[in-house]
């Protein structure tokens, strides 16, 4: 079952934290987690042409 990449909206806490959410087909959030967080994941993270030029390299 392959996943389809969900859009991110750009939000603020109370504190001015900048904060990502993600909300179903019905409007309701599904997740919320903060900027610096999904930043740095995405960072971690290898696209499927980083990984593919990866073993190309090789």
Known sequence: MA???RK???H???AGTKLYAVRDAKGRFVDIQTY???H???MK???K???KAAKKKK
């Open 12 to 14: 603020y806490s109370v």
């Open 8 to 10: 991110r909206t750009t």
């Open 36 to 38: 610096k967080r999904a």
């Open 3 to 5: 996943t389809k990449k």
């Open 45 to 47: 993270r290898k696209s």
């Open 49 to 51: 042409a980083e990984i």
């Open 40 to 42: 740095s994941m995405d």
